[in-house]
């Protein structure tokens, strides 16, 4: 079955240290991964994607993420984290199996807090 | 930025009525889809549509939900006879290809009581 994992509910960090968000994906075939967040109130933005090409793909405010095929994860990582990055961030993998299947299946989400 | 805009952004209703939850998608986009969010859970697809059909839908989709394209610009969703367990932020999303990133809206709170 198709799945994503995020394995830590929360993530705590201090501003100006780098963090980590982590995902791991369970998907026939070569998925396209995604990373959104979601701040208090509002609805999911867009932060990045991997599609094919370079394992380490650039996304907004910063982030970047990084596909590992061998350990199916898609990290998201940012060198230096704001307290404006504490939100909700959801790792998803859109399904390919066959036909017309677009759907997103999505992580439980992590909480990150970048303490002052 | 062109973006997905949703309305109401709070809809409360009773146990057994209609709602309709409205969306417009992004003007050039092909391909759209609902969402829902029961607080503390999950995001889960509900449904993806294009050329004026669906093409997919999940389990939790069932006779009690439709959705229509009824003009160029609006993509609703419709729950004929609402339960306490409808109770969720809806999303509805829309992209170019499938290849590409869906683009959300703000969301509809639906509260059943």
Same mark, same amino acid.
């Given at each position: 079955a198709q799945s994503v994992a995020q394995p830590e509910d929360q993530v705590n960090v201090a501003e100006g240290n780098p963090l980590t968000v982590k995902c791991t994906y369970s998907v026939s075939g070569n998925p396209y991964l995604f990373w959104y967040v979601q701040y208090p109130n509002r609805g999911l933005q867009f932060l990045l994607k991997y599609i094919?090409?370079?394992n380490l793909v650039k996304g907004s405010y910063g982030f970047e993420a990084e596909f590992n095929k061998s350990q199916t994860s898609f990290h998201l990582k940012k060198p230096s984290a704001l307290v404006s990055d504490s939100a909700l961030y959801f790792c998803a993998v859109r399904?390919? /199996?066959?036909? &017309? &299947? /677009?759907k997103l299946i999505w992580g439980l989400g992590t909480s990150l807090a970048v303490n002052p | 930025e062109p973006e997905v805009t949703q309305t109401p952004s709070h809809q409360v209703t009773q146990m057994g009525q209609e709602v309709i939850l409205r969306c417009v998608p992004?003007? &050039?986009?092909?391909y759209f889809y609902w969402y829902r969010q029961i607080l503390g859970q999950k995001v889960e697809f509900l449904v993806s549509f294009y050329n004026n059909e669906i093409s997919e839908k999940s389990?939790?989709?069932?006779?009690?939900f439709s959705v229509e394209r009824p003009d160029g610009s609006n993509f609703t969703l419709k729950i004929r006879s609402t339960k306490l367990e409808d109770s969720a932020m809806y999303f509805c999303a829309s992209n170019q290809d499938r290849a590409r990133e869906q683009y959300f809206g703000p969301g509809t709170r639906l509260t059943v009581t």
């Open positions: 094919t090409g370079d399904d390919i /199996r066959a036909g &017309n &299947n /677009r | 992004i003007s &050039n986009h092909l389990e939790i989709f069932d006779d009690q």
